[in-house]
């Protein structure tokens, strides 16, 4: 496998002198054959500014390629686990945006990069709205039905600027559709896509929500879109553009009652951090179907450095999930993975207990987005023995009956 490196124009090489190489936290290793698939449909590549491209020459020694060489990243699309970072040095002191950076190779006319596929892609392909005409014009049709719904304002910057997919669903009436309903948080996440503060070192993806909405405007979009969506529908509380929705917890709980009172086929989603356990009971207790947690570790000390939750603590997550699905809501982590950190044998053992007590019955491995030696330098230093990303998820598996592995909500059927 040849290592793929790019100039300073962001032209695209490969070369036979250096194998292409990974990196699994800080340390360069050898991917294996097994660990490579063909570049997957959606995926891109990016350079890696300010970067030197690292690689094995024949005696297995890391090489780095002359300056002007830099590395190449893939970004991967929902549906791929990333099994290693990119191998390089950096050369400045540049800042990587907040993306999923992932190890490319080259062989015989084909890109490949270090990932497994984990769920079916299919649902979640950006392509499937590439008919910019035709979201615009679904868009304007359903302004045009509710124009006095300020969420399908606001939706409609996520689905024509952002072409967030979960927002298209919402003006397509279909699959999983989008309700942001916080413009505030009670954790401060360093990868926040939605709210950086003013001297931070990257930039926020997307413009926060900014507008309350009523529960009357919830109802409207939750009624709207379960209708359209059919009995396998998803509408969704908690998206990138928002904040935790479980502040506005007692307002969910009413839009909840509302809706169910009007259509009780489809589901009822909620993205959280579940840091506020008062606030998700009475959402669960108003009909909540599914929750996904996010989180990106099972150990305290990790856990905070990362988010850096405000009055609340990992037990209290621990909490919300257990009661959610003590209560017959179907519970998934939002698993934010990183190699070299989230294989590691005692984040392993960690999250292996916190799945064990919680009752989680699926995990949806997301990549972290972040400059990989920013995060590295925040999180406690790692001690156990390193496995790997395949092995992680095995290990999961195995250990955790009876929970499934994938990338994204799925309804129950």
């Known amino acids: 496998m040849n290592i793929v ?93 907040l993306f999923g950076y992932t190890a490319v190779g080259f062989d015989r006319g084909v890109f490949y990069v270090a990932a497994h596929k984990t769920d079916e892609p299919s649902l979640w392909d950006p ?40 927002s298209r669903n919402t003006f397509y009436g279909r699959q999983e559709g989008a309700l942001p309903v ?48 059919g009995p396998h529908g998803i509408i969704s509380f908690g998206q990138g553009c928002e904040g935790e929705p479980m502040l506005r917890g007692r307002e969910i709980a009413q839009a909840i009652r509302s809706t169910r009172e009007r259509i009780t086929t489809g589901y009822i989603n909620a993205n959280t951090n579940a840091g506020l356990t008062s606030q998700v009971q009475a959402v669960v207790d108003a009909g909540l179907d599914l929750m996904r947690v996010s989180i990106i570790s099972a150990r305290d000390d990790h856990y905070e450095a990362y988010y850096r939750p405000r009055g609340y603590t990992l037990k209290d997550v621990e909490a919300s999930a257990r009661y959610a699905s003590e209560h017959g809501v179907l519970v998934s982590i939002n698993y934010l993975v990183f190699p070299g950190v989230t294989d590691r044998e005692e984040e392993i053992e960690a999250m292996i207990g916190f799945i064990s007590r919680t009752g989680v019955s699926l995990i949806q491995m997301r990549n972290l987005n972040i400059d ?7 999180v406690p230093v790692q001690q156990g023995e390193r496995y790997s990303m395949l092995e992680m998820m095995d290990i999961l598996q195995r250990e955790c009956k009876g929970v499934r592995l994938g990338s994204y909500t799925h309804a129950p059927h």
């Not at 979201?135 to 124009?147: G, N």
């Not at 990989?372 to 925040?378: A, G, H, N, V």
Request: aromatic fraction near 8%.
């Open 127 to 166: 392509s499937q709205y590439d008919d910019a005409q035709d979201v615009q014009a679904k868009v304007a049709q359903l302004l045009q039905m509710h124009p006095q719904n300020r969420l399908y304002d606001h939706l409609q910057t996520c689905a024509l600027e952002y072409e967030c997919v979960t």
């Open 5 to 97: 490196y790019a100039n300073s124009k962001g032209e695209v090489f490969d070369s036979s002198t250096l194998m292409a190489a990974g990196r699994s936290g800080a340390d360069m290793t050898d991917v294996q054959m097994t660990e490579w698939i063909p570049l997957p449909k959606g995926a891109s590549m990016v350079m890696l500014p300010e970067t030197r491209a690292l690689g094995f020459d024949d005696d297995g020694t890391v090489r780095a390629m002359p300056i002007e060489f830099h590395a190449v990243g893939a970004l991967l699309p929902q549906g791929y686990t990333r099994l290693y970072l990119p191998a390089y040095v950096k050369s400045g002191e540049t800042t990587f945006p």
């Open 372 to 378: 990989p030696d920013y995060y590295l330098q925040l």
């Open 182 to 229: 916080s413009g505030t948080c009670n954790a401060g996440c360093i990868g926040c896509i939605s709210e950086q503060p003013d001297d931070s070192l990257f930039p926020s993806a997307q413009t926060r929500l900014t507008l309350r909405p009523t529960v009357e405007e919830m109802v409207d979009v939750m009624v709207t879109h379960l209708t359209s969506a």
